[in-house]
């Protein structure tokens, strides 16, 4: 079996955005045909393992800048592409699955593509931790039981399961190789650990056990976009959509709070899928002036990264600090989260929401004016949550990072020196205040 999902664009929902931020909740479109996706993965026994939400295309993505001789990469990247495309290379994208499974699934994605892009000789295999060497049997996928697959522009293909057993939160390598020019790379620019990409022109690499054709290494993660698995054990996987602080900005080694909520779940002997849907810089409302290296806002691709996501029982939606850097105010966020709220009802989904964090950086655009000016819009925005926000529960993580009796102030013993990233500590701290009892009665896991 092969599956192609269509990303759809709704101009309306853009529009009203931007100009009328009331309306948005009346304005979306309709969720029907990303719910029907995934109550039929539920149906099939698949859960989502991992996820990464695709944006670009590369090199477009937080570092990105303008220079005199050209644009440089979103992420730190040593390799080399033609034309900012691949051309007939290779490529070990290393993953992280929150739960295990007996079988597997993956999937890809042309979501920037502006032509057809071929996929052949795409597999799974276990991984030595951040490195490209293969410790076990690599496992070919197939596609409607082709060993190629052709993505369309805009589209993501999903693989056929095949039986491979994997452990929770143990890395793994898929690679692929991409046959002739693919156009835009559809990526998504910070995976905050190895990727592996061999030449351009090199072919086929993907048998290279120990990965020395693999010379290139980016950050990014080239057109994966998930890893669905079949767990009996498994009740279902809850969607993480949010910034770069779910991203999980300057950790390494998987110490995300995403991560964190997952080792405990884990540990609990609960199977639940954990899915980062987090983007570097990302809003909830689209601004005024488009910046594509944002990815598209929150609320245009939820319906593709939440709801047409395996198996997904519920939404943990932590956004909008980046819409107060920028200058919008609270009104058309909350009009934003509102939004994102009743579609997932609409598809069944139980919502938790977490609270804005404390922020005073200034190279992200907080100061000058943000004590005086947006620091009342962020108050306004936590307490709707805390207050009005039709939701299942709140996740309070502006008070884990908040300094004591000073809730305007980071607590810098858990940011990194630009006072709007957690440190590990802080990640930590943001995945052990989840009340994962109440997460699992909620949403019925």
Not at 393 to 414: K, Q, S
Request: proline share 7%; with cysteine.
């Amino acid at each position: 079996m092969i599956l192609k999902i269509k990303s759809p664009m709704n101009p309306l929902r853009r529009m009203l955005l931007v100009l009328i931020p009331v309306l948005v909740m009346a304005g979306c479109g309709s969720s029907e045909n990303s719910d029907s996706s995934s109550a039929a993965a539920a149906r099939d026994g698949l859960v989502g393992a991992w996820s990464a939400a695709p944006y670009g295309p590369y090199p477009l993505g937080p570092l990105t800048m303008e220079t005199p001789i050209g644009t440089t990469p979103g992420s730190i990247t040593v390799a080399r592409f033609d034309n900012d495309q691949a051309r007939d290379q290779s490529f070990r994208m290393i993953i992280n699955p929150t739960i295990s499974g007996t079988q597997a699934r993956i999937r890809l994605s042309n979501l920037k593509g502006d032509r057809p892009v071929r996929f052949e000789s795409v597999s799974l295999s276990q991984v030595l931790p951040q490195l490209p060497v293969l410790s076990g049997e690599r496992v070919s996928l197939t596609f409607g039981g082709k060993s190629f697959v052709i993505a369309q522009p805009g589209e993501e293909v999903i693989s056929d399961v095949v039986d491979f057993a994997l452990k929770a939160q143990q890395d793994l390598a898929v690679s692929f190789h991409v046959a002739g020019e693919s156009g835009p790379m559809t990526w998504h620019a910070l995976s905050f650990g190895p990727q592996y990409i061999s030449a351009p022109g090199s072919g086929d690499v993907t048998d290279d056990i120990i990965g020395l054709s693999f010379t290139g290494v980016s950050l990014g993660w080239f057109f994966i976009s998930g890893l669905d698995v079949v767990n009996t054990q498994s009740p279902g996987a809850l969607v993480a959509i949010g910034d770069s602080i779910t991203d999980g900005a300057y950790q390494v080694l998987n110490q995300r709070w995403t991560d964190r909520l997952a080792t405990r779940l884990n540990s609990a002997g609960q199977h639940i899928g954990i899915l980062n849907q987090g983007i570097n810089s990302n809003t909830v409302t689209e601004l005024p002036q488009e910046e594509p290296f944002r990815g598209s806002p929150a609320v245009l691709r939820f319906d593709r990264d939440v709801l047409q996501r395996s198996g997904v029982k519920g939404v943990i939606i932590f956004e909008g600090t980046n819409d107060l850097g920028a200058g919008v105010k609270a009104e058309p966020v909350i009009a934003g989260l509102q939004d994102m709220i009743r579609r997932a009802r609409s598809a069944g989904l139980c919502v938790f929401m977490a609270t804005i964090t404390p922020r005073a950086d200034v190279a992200f655009g907080w100061f000058p004016d943000g004590p005086t000016v947006k620091e009342p819009e962020r108050i306004k925005i936590n307490t709707w949550i805390r207050e009005q926000a039709p939701v299942d529960g709140v996740i309070d993580f502006d008070a884990v990072l908040a300094l004591p009796g000073l809730p305007a102030i980071p607590n810098i013993a858990l940011y990194f020196p630009d006072l709007l990233h957690p440190n590990p500590v802080g990640f930590r701290q943001m995945g052990d205040a989840i009340d994962i009892d109440a997460l699992r009665s909620k949403c019925g896991l």
